[in-house]
């Protein structure tokens, strides 16, 4: 499975967008970017998977350059529900039996 | 839909003491892992299932046992609780293995 590595914590303040960039060097061809998120008390929440360019939901954007060795969760005009820890994972078809966590990045939005 | 169902939501046990960690997902999916997370950490693999009756071992798999004999249920059993086993359980399941996992709404289990 590919290493991620991502910022520990950023802090934001409402109504802003926040841009989470994870880095994923390594990788593979058949590999997904999927970002999950998990509030305090609660299991991870699956927001947004990707393969390449730009894919947007109601949640959020995830953009993905060509050469693909990192990636950026959008979150549009941020709230104070948006206070999370947000985990990159990277995996795919035949190398995704299990599914491995970081540490995330903890985002902090303030009034 | 239920979803993915894990019982009891909290448990206290003595150190020594065995106990089985519920979980059933009825979304007919065929991966299932269980993971634990200490305070402040980040989620840690401990065992995970491709399908009824094979699982394998994940980063954190000792102390711990499964099984999977059917599709929706997949239980975690403590053998012989620790203090180091203090966490929380989380259950999860996905249609395939790169797919978005949804995940149970956890255990908090404290052993003294």
């Known amino acids: 499975l590919a290493k991620t590595t991502q910022p520990i914590s950023m802090d934001s303040y409402e109504g802003q967008e926040v841009n989470i960039t994870c880095s994923h060097n390594?990788?593979?061809?058949?590999?997904?970017i999927t970002w999950y998120q998990q509030f305090p008390s609660q299991g991870p929440r699956f927001i947004i998977q990707g393969y390449k360019t730009k894919v947007t939901n109601e949640v959020a954007s995830l953009f993905i350059p060509a050469d693909r060795k990192s990636s950026t969760l959008s979150l549009p005009r941020v709230s104070l529900s948006d206070t999370a820890v947000y985990y990159c994972?990277?995996?795919?078809?035949?190398?995704?039996?299990?599914?491995?966590f970081g540490t995330g990045t903890r985002l902090q939005v303030f009034p | 839909n239920a979803g993915v169902t894990q019982t009891p939501k909290f448990q206290v046990l003595k150190t020594g003491q065995s106990m089985t960690l519920q979980c059933a997902q009825d979304?007919?999916?065929?991966?299932m892992s269980w993971y634990r997370q200490d305070p402040g950490m980040g989620l840690r693999l401990i065992h995970y299932?491709?399908?009824?009756?094979?699982?394998d071992q994940g980063e954190v798999p000792n102390g711990y046992n499964v099984s999977r004999s059917t599709t929706e249920d997949f239980p975690l059993r403590l053998l012989s609780a620790a203090p180091s086993q203090t966490s929380v359980y989380f259950c999860?399941?996905?249609?395939?293995?790169?797919?978005?996992?949804?995940f149970g709404s956890g255990t908090r289990l404290t052993v003294v």
């Open positions: 999860a399941s996905s249609r395939q293995g790169f797919y978005g996992y949804t």
């Open positions: 979304m007919n999916h065929e991966y």
């Open positions: 299932s491709v399908g009824a009756g094979i699982t």
């Open positions: 994972l990277v995996g795919g078809r035949g190398n995704t039996d299990k599914l491995i």
């Open positions: 390594n990788i593979a061809t058949n590999d997904y």
